[in-house]
């Protein structure tokens, strides 16, 4: 290749695509295709939220088309641009809202997650802080006065106070500003404990406000309902500490559409359109949601984001998105399917990384990468079915068993499979019982109101 890659990143990328999921990092290096749908998001974290905006966007794609990789590759790029990123994957346990805290869980997965240009693996809270009081101890040594001047720790509290001041008037905001005024306390001071406890807080690892008062002196703590409120204040902070601003990346959102109580799953459409307004209203600020679902979680009128009018009619696309046309502006991006082209290019750069892991020279050359692609792509049904998962599995594979035995060739290895999509009949996308989350509280029934 034409750039040296670090170990480190091949190992994480093979990996990855050996086990049918999204490298974590490098993903960059194996990326084609998605030129509109990237520029569309890099405008977004560019000229939108640099500006003070927010975005909002659903990704949608059918399961193996490529929809994680795209998060990750503008999570990747947004960390480039000196962006403060979180990611969570929702899940039974952790969802927009529930009975059982599932938001406060997502926020606490986020804030676990949350990840900088120098600490790309998450885990990055806690060093951010100090990074920040750092820093602002720089400004003031700078500025001619030296650490053991009388004066130094007064004036480094007063532009702590000026960044923490300007959010005191958001919702939450005054015990947000106290937390992060309690965490410098402690810092200045060498008070582990308060650090600690001002941490907890802004994990949401408080249970009662009566423990917060007690080790804080605040009143209110972060829960399933305002938990939110608290990242719309994040992103505000970590602006004004010299980021440009907050992405949150949210995948596997068909789990809000697998939920089988009505009102379960309306609630967090309900707390989904709040996200929605609060964006695109202008009520958050240097904040961007990334959502990744998949169509029929999108389009089911009947159980799907469609069922709730409100979200349908935000999302719902033009009449003028037709014929190939698309609105790249939308919130709502539908990833088209890779071409023949694209593949082919994707399985030349992945053939490159298992050369550079390796150290040789892959056996495979264009023709056989074409003829790779012709049994694999030109059976019936691989036009409707075939995810680049499935085709990047079965060629990392390939690529392995040609490295791991000499003595094979190409054309016998591919003269003893009969290739069959691993694509089940039924759509990946359709719910089936078995793949419903189920809550404790029974469905509704459509005759519950009905008396004699």
Excluded: C
């Excluded at 986020?110 to 820093?135: C, Q, V, Y």
């Excluded at 004036?155 to 500003?177: P, S, W, Y």
């Amino acid at each position: 290749m034409s750039q040296k890659i670090p170990k480190r990143v091949t190992t994480a990328i093979l990996q990855s695509l050996s086990a049918g999921v999204v490298p974590r990092i490098g993903a960059e290096h194996i990326a084609v295709g998605r030129k509109s749908e990237i520029e569309a998001l890099l405008h977004d974290l560019d000229e939108v939220i640099v500006e003070g905006g927010a975005t909002f966007r659903v990704i949608v794609g059918r399961y193996g088309s490529g929809k994680s990789f795209l998060i990750q590759l503008i999570r990747n790029y947004a960390l480039q641009r000196n962006f403060v990123v979180a990611d969570a994957d929702l899940s039974p346990q952790r969802r927009l809202t529930g009975s059982k805290e599932q938001g406060l869980a997502l926020y606490r997965e986020l804030l676990n997650n949350m990840a900088t240009r120098t600490r790309p693996d998450g885990n990055a809270f806690a060093a951010l802080l100090e990074k920040w009081i750092s820093s602002i101890q720089s400004q003031v040594i700078q500025s001619g006065m030296t650490p053991s001047a009388p004066n130094f720790t007064s004036v480094v509290e007063q532009q702590i106070h000026a960044t923490i001041n300007d959010m005191e008037g958001m919702v939450h905001g005054f015990d947000f500003a106290a937390v992060i005024n309690a965490y410098w306390q402690g810092h200045q001071s060498g008070n582990d404990e308060l650090k600690g406890a001002a941490l907890r807080w802004l994990r949401g690892e408080f249970n009662t406000k009566v423990e917060a008062r007690q080790a804080l002196n605040v009143r209110v703590i972060i829960d399933d309902e305002s938990w939110y409120d608290h990242i719309k204040l994040m992103a505000q902070f970590v602006r004004h500490i010299g980021y440009e601003g907050l992405i949150i990346f949210l995948d596997e959102a068909v789990n809000l559409y697998k939920i089988s109580h009505t009102i379960s799953r309306n609630n967090n459409y309900e707390r989904l359109l709040t996200i929605y307004n609060d964006t695109l209203q202008g009520k958050a600020g240097y904040l961007g949601i990334l959502v990744g679902a998949t169509p029929q979680m999108v389009e089911d009128t009947r159980r799907g984001i469609f069922s709730y009018e409100a979200l349908k009619t935000r999302l719902e696309e033009s009449r003028f998105v037709r014929d190939g046309l698309r609105d790249m502006a939308s919130p709502l991006i539908r990833l088209a399917v890779l071409s023949h082209t694209e593949i082919f290019l994707l399985l030349q750069r992945i053939r490159e990384v298992h050369g550079v892991h390796h150290s040789y020279e892959p056996g495979i050359n264009d023709a056989q990468v074409q003829t790779f692609m012709t049994e694999v792509l030109n059976r019936i049904g691989a036009d409707a079915l075939l995810t680049p998962r499935e085709v990047i599995r079965d060629f990392v594979a390939l690529l392995n068993i040609l490295q791991q035995n000499r003595d094979k060739t190409f054309e016998s290895l591919l003269s003893q499979v009969d290739f069959k999509s691993a694509t089940s009949p039924l759509d990946p996308d359709v719910l089936t019982p078995e793949t419903e989350i189920r809550d404790d509280e029974p469905e509704e029934s459509p005759y519950s109101s009905f008396k004699i």
